[in-house]
């Protein structure tokens, strides 16, 4: 378990360095990149292994109902991921996509893994991304949203985080976690 909380801390860390010490991350310059990279993929990797290995309780479990749920929150999960956001003309005022996107990924990943490891892994992924948007909005207030774009461009991200859907799930039924019930 020591693992999977240094994992979800070291992430936290990592995305809040540039806001919570804005002066040694500019110092560090372009070097500041790879430092950051290294730790958001050793945090990947201590998250994993600590996930894998972490017992705790279990409190509920997957259901019908919350797996179809859990599905279509992962559809907008991926749409708003992808660009669709900034280049459609749904949600092209939204200031935070991908961290909407990230939240909707732990909300559903807790929906159907109702345990203290996944409490701990997408409860804290999940708290880290929404201090995230707070932390940018106060230190950042100042926002300009992209030009409308067109439905059509909503359209093909909506396909294409539906295609994402099935090639994420193919791999975690791959992986033994199936996803679609």
Request: net charge positive.
């Amino acid at each position: 378990m020591a693992l999977l909380i240094l994992g979800v801390l070291l992430w936290a860390a990592a995305h809040f360095f540039k806001r919570a010490m804005p002066a040694p991350r500019a110092a560090m310059g372009n070097a500041g990149r790879g430092a950051v990279a290294v730790a958001v993929v050793v945090s990947i990797v201590l998250m994993t292994i600590g996930y894998r290995a972490a017992e705790g309780a279990f409190f509920w479990g997957r259901h019908p109902a919350t797996t179809g749920i859990n599905n279509l929150l992962m559809v907008a999960a991926f749409y708003f991921v992808t660009p669709g956001p900034k280049k459609g003309a749904i949600f092209y005022k939204m200031r935070h996509p991908m961290l909407t996107g990230f939240s909707l990924w732990a909300a559903a990943h807790l929906l159907v893994n109702g345990d203290v490891p996944s409490f701990i892994l997408f409860g804290g992924l999940l708290v880290w991304a929404l201090a995230e948007m707070v932390v940018i909005n106060r230190t950042v207030p100042n926002w300009t949203p992209p030009a409308k774009g067109s439905i059509a461009k909503d359209a093909m991200f909506v396909v294409a985080s539906l295609v994402l859907l099935a090639v994420v799930g193919a791999i975690h039924a791959w992986l033994g976690y199936n996803p679609f019930g």
